[in-house]
């Protein structure tokens, strides 16, 4: 009968808040930053009513911030994911002013394995721990620039 096809379990999109790190560079003339965030997947969503069947990421964005009229020429660097390369970055101080999108920018390189690994531990519900590591081109970096990362993950889960 017709009315069969709806004994299957609806699935619905789960939209997840972006996962997000901020990291200060630190004022004077050391080129280098780093820093790491972590996220548990499963404080992003009501785990007592959904069970997560999938996930997809639709967007990750580098930004930069800082005083006014700062430029700290090229900005290079990468972003791992539990371990391994989710992207390399690398363009303008002042380009990432707008955060840059993986989708349209010319300054992100996505690397396919880190895109797995960031949905099979949004899936699993594992800890996922970004670490960003880079440099710029100009010092001395003034007091309040920061850089952040941002990953936008869109879940897919079932009514318990």
Known sequence: MAFDCFTDPFTLSLNLKPFNGTYPLTPGNNPNYSGFFSVNP???????????????????????????GADLGTASGTVTVNGTLLLT??????A????????????IRKNQPGIDVLINAVETGQLITFVI???????????????????YVQAYGQKK
């Open 42 to 68: 499963d404080t992003m969503y009501d785990t007592g009513s959904y069970t997560l069947v999938g996930a997809a990421v639709y967007d990750i964005r580098i930004g930069t911030g800082g005083p006014s």
């Open 96 to 107: 990432f002013y707008t955060p840059q999108s993986l989708i349209t920018s010319q300054y």
């Open 89 to 94: 970055y690398s363009g303008p101080w002042t």
């Open 133 to 151: 590591q880079g440099s710029i081109t100009k010092v001395p970096v003034p007091a309040g620039c920061t850089l952040t990362a941002s990953a």
